[in-house]
């Protein structure tokens, strides 16, 4: 079973994959407040996907099983879980949990 230790570590490795990958003047500080997706986002939209399939792939390998973080579920929350990582763990915690 994954904890939410677990997912937060396997999100922030995304992050850092990410992070390792830009130029000096593009880093950006990985954390649970680190915004993702919106106005304020720290991530680029191709950043973005390349996060979101890091963590769906790294998920999915933990659970045994396939988890989907871009099916129509997601896209309808209120509160889109690409907010920021936090918004981002949440979301991957009640899909890890129902299986």
Known sequence: MLTKENVLEIILRALQNLNDELGDDEKFEAGP??????????LD???????????????????????????????????????DVQTLLNYIMILVNEG
């Open 33 to 42: 407040t680190t915004p993702l997706f919106g106005p304020n986002a720290t």
């Open 45 to 83: 939209s191709l950043a973005l996907v390349s996060v979101i399939v890091d963590v769906e792939g790294d998920v999915s390998t933990a659970l045994g099983r396939s988890i989907s973080l871009t099916d129509d579920r997601a896209m309808s929350q209120e509160i889109s879980p690409f907010d």
